[in-house]
C-alpha cells in the first residue's frame, strides 16, 4: 500500500487487492485497478460524478459505491 501522508489536495492510494472484496456482489468487470476518492461534500460529488456518467451501486455508513459508465466500481468517502 502506497499513502501519501501530507497533501493539499487530492490524495492518492494504491494498495493489492486480495480476494473478493465486493461484499458479496459479482464485478461486471475484472478491475485491474480499484480508485477510492475523498471528498469534503461526497452528495455533491456524487451529483457530479452523476453527469460524468457514473451510477450510485450502494451506499454504506462510510462510503458511498459508485460504478462509471464502463461498470467500474469506485468508493467515494468523507475526508477526516
Known amino acids: 500500500m502506497v499513502v501519501q501522508e501530507r497533501h493539499t489536495g487530492a490524495r492518492l492510494v494504491v494498495a493489492e487487492a486480495r480476494g473478493d472484496q465486493t461484499a458479496g456482489r459479482p464485478h461486471p468487470v475484472d478491475a485491474a485497478l480499484a480508485l477510492d476518492l475523498l471528498a469534503a461534500d461526497p452528495e455533491a460529488k ?7 456518467g457514473a451510477t450510485v451501486q450502494a ?5 458511498i459505491v459508485l460504478a462509471g459508465p464502463e461498470g467500474h466500481e469506485f468508493c467515494l468517502s468523507l475526508t477526516d
Open 46 to 52: 456524487v451529483q457530479r460524478l452523476a453527469v460524468l
Open 59 to 63: 451506499r454504506h455508513t462510510d462510503n
